[in-house]
């Protein structure tokens, strides 16, 4: 007998190598192994008679071998047998498994599961399973394990099978409360009836994950990874100190007064929870959603300056050069209409202005830094950091995330408010599971006047017209980018860009044409950016490095080139550098022959909505949940039965329960929660922030 937790070189048949093999994968106990999900069942349990085959088809038979021998290059390229029911003969061969030969002999009773393929006119058996006695590969509903390693589907259903009689009756993990209000299965019986699946079970419901069975491992993995947020996100509610913020409602007037607009509904809205946040001694986090071009750095600058008017002092990250630039001038006059002192730091900051800044936050002076990862750099030290930001907070880690928290300064009792801000939304389905231990709020409105993008989907090969298009704008006294990726592999995105500015030079006599991209020196990209602000440049050839946040209002025509190699939320990014005023803005998506399926279905759902939560939804359903949050969420990327897009409809529920679980003071609820803490802890080393 073993218990779960035992390692799972217990189970019989599981040697020093195989053990190994297993460990790679993350495979390190009994339990482990029994939650290795079959990808799917195959259906052996009828048997067939040898004389109504059909060539091509799959059968099980129960046969007696009459005549078996190795054949070819030292009698070890194949294995041929004749065997018969009482319906007829057939011919077998499998190849490359010499050991065939040694495990049956003329006379045995077998049972053998294969397809049936013609061979010189005759039916012939190949590479069939075999099996003696039978009951575990063949004669049932077979579960199809994915290979691991060495250990091939077959020989990890031995093992797996042998798990479940090795520990015997498998213990509950859910409390009995928990398991009766989401009506699930018990363990025991659920992964039985997943490694086991009975005679009666519908194979077409297993193969879609969709059995009681199922189900239980499901909400059991959901359920422990919202545990453990929700126990993160309490913890940090009851240990950490957040600064508690002092303003009202007329300083905080004041402050906004100066913006050359009124916020919008949503931006205010957002804001004020924003600011109520900052006033609790509960450290704010918070994430602020908002599709592109809703107005997120006005609000993150109005709660940036209702801190330092508080007294504290703030930070702002961003991940490129180029934003973290705009944003501090467009932060600047607004940080010296209220006597803030507010200062840039970037990679590239000379290190005599970078002491100077270092100096001004160590004394308390400079209230506000505007920066990149630089602000992550450890001499970048704060006396009194009181609110943390993070804009276009997807490009960051987790551990960046809270690293810029650890940031602190004498203060270090105290644990800044942190906002993190995206515009690429993700789907409202993910949204708990991923963002479990943030607080989210949405900006769903847009600044009055703006009209939706017009977006085109336009060949290539009808390059004039995009041509015409620069034309009729620049004539209009608007501005236009063109956007250019790598244009084949191991060409770098920089010649293809430059290239497209000859061209674009050579047809547009008397337009100026800028360009930019990311292995220009800072100066030369920053004064091109000024240019094209100040209207001095009419076209912006660029790289993708005008991608996230930039905002240049004058700009009403985006041209994506290769459009077609864009993800869809890359594509929704660079659109949204148009649209950004009440002028009628088009975007042109350009594609390039030959389209993938998957690359016509992005553009199809780009030039159909603006909507970025809907294209979220889009994005999710095209590439899956896997991919589309990356590795970034380790608790995601650590999911192993259950699946964020197929089975979304239990987050909602496993949340729920998640946090009511949390606070609840029986003693299964405690108990449960103190073992989703140390598993978790195990996992994943977890570290605290703060
Ligand atoms: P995003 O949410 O994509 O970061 P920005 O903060 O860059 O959007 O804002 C987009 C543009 O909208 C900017 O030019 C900004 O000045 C303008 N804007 C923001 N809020 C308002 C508002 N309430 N009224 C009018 N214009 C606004
Ligand atoms: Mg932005």
């Not at 012939?124 to 590969?137: A, D, K, Y």
């Not at 005599?352 to 990149?372: M, P």
């Not at 292995?519 to 000024?530: G, H, L, N, V």
């Not at 964020?644 to 609820?669: G, I, Q, Y």
Request: some cysteine; hydrophobic content about 40%.
């Amino acid at each position: 007998m073993a218990e779960l937790h035992d390692s799972v070189s217990k189970v019989p048949g599981v040697g020093i190598v195989r053990a190994a093999a297993l460990r790679r994968r993350g495979i390190q106990t009994v339990e482990d192994l029994l939650l290795q999900l079959p990808f799917r069942y195959e259906d052996r349990s009828k048997v067939s008679s040898i004389s109504e085959l059909i060539v091509g088809e799959s059968y099980t038979f129960n046969v007696k071998v009459n005549r078996i021998q190795r054949l070819g290059h030292r009698r070890r390229n194949r294995v041929e047998a004749v065997v018969s029911d009482e319906t007829g003969e057939l011919k077998v061969v499998w190849f490359r498994q010499p050991y065939v030969a040694d495990a049956i002999a003329k006379g045995d009773a077998v049972s053998v599961f294969g397809k049936v393929v013609e061979h010189d006119g005759n039916p012939q058996l190949v590479n069939p399973v075999l099996e003696r006695g039978g009951g575990l590969h063949l004669g049932r509903l077979v579960p199809i394990y994915r290979r691991i390693g060495k250990l091939t589907p077959g020989v990890l259903r031995r093992l797996i099978d042998a798990c479940i009689d090795l520990v015997g009756e498998i213990p509950e993990s859910l409390p009995d409360l928990t398991r009766r209000r989401l009506q699930l299965a018990g363990r025991h019986e659920a992964l039985v009836g997943i490694h086991r699946p009975a005679s009666t079970a519908d194979p077409s419901v297993l193969n879609a994950a969709r059995s009681t069975a199922h189900q239980r491992l499901v909400c059991e993995e959901f359920l422990s990874l919202q545990t453990v947020l929700q126990l993160q996100r309490t913890q940090e509610k009851n240990e950490l100190l957040g600064p508690v913020m002092i303003f009202d409602e007329t300083s905080v007037a004041a402050i906004l007064e100066v913006l050359p607009f009124r916020l919008t509904p949503g931006q205010d809205a957002a804001l004020w929870t924003i600011l109520s946040d900052m006033k609790s001694r509960v450290p704010m986090h918070r994430l602020l959603q908002g599709d592109v071009g809703c107005g997120k750095t006005a609000v993150a600058g109005g709660a940036l300056l209702a801190a330092a008017t508080a007294g504290y002092q703030a930070a702002i990250m961003v991940p490129t050069e180029l934003l973290a630039r705009q944003h501090s001038r467009w932060l600047a006059p607004w940080a010296a209409s209220q006597g803030v002192s507010i200062e840039c730091l970037t990679g590239t900051t000379s290190s005599g202005s970078k002491e100077q800044i270092l100096g001004g936050l160590a004394n308390g002076d400079t209230k506000i830094l505007v920066g990149t990862h630089a602000l992550l750099e450890p001499e970048v030290l704060f006396s009194k950091l009181g609110l943390a930001v993070i804009d276009e907070q997807h490009r960051f880690g987790v551990r960046q995330r809270a690293s810029l928290r650890e940031k602190g300064g004498a203060n270090h009792h105290q644990c800044p408010h942190l906002l993190v801000m995206t515009a690429t939304p993700i789907p409202r389905t993910l949204e708990l599971t991923v963002y479990g231990d943030l607080d989210v709020c949405t900006i769903d409105d847009m600044p009055p006047g703006r009209q939706p993008v017009i977006s085109q989907v336009v060949p290539a090969t009808n390059w004039s017209r995009v041509v015409e298009m620069l034309v009729e704008t620049v004539h209009r006294g608007e501005q236009a980018y063109v956007v250019t990726p790598r244009i084949k592999e191991g060409d770098d995105e920089l010649s293809a860009a430059v290239q497209l500015q000859a061209e674009l030079q050579r047809q547009l006599s008397g337009v100026r044409i800028g360009l930019l991209h990311g292995k220009q020196a800072q100066d030369e990209r920053s004064s091109t950016m000024e240019s094209f602000r100040a209207g001095q440049i009419d076209v912006l050839v660029s790289t993708t490095v005008v991608e996230v946040g930039v905002d240049v209002t004058n700009a009403t025509l985006m041209v994506i080139g290769h459009a077609e190699r864009f993800g869809l939320a890359q594509l929704h990014q660079l659109r949204g550098r148009v649209g950004r005023g009440s002028v009628q803005a088009t975007c042109v998506f350009l594609a390039h022959e030959p389209l993938s399926k998957n690359a016509q279905s992005r553009l199809k759902a780009v030039q159909s909505t603006t909507d970025g939560f809907e294209l979220a939804e889009t994005d999710l359903s095209l590439r899956g949940p896997g991919e589309l949050l990356g590795t970034r969420q380790a608790g995601v990327a650590g999911l192993r039965v259950g699946d964020l897009f197929r089975d979304h409809e239990w987050l909602e529920l496993t949340c729920k329960e998640a946090r009511r679980l949390v606070v609840a003071e029986d003693d299964e609820s405690v108990e449960y929660c103190q073992r989703i803490r140390r598993y978790w802890g195990r996992r994943f080393a977890m570290t605290q922030t703060g």
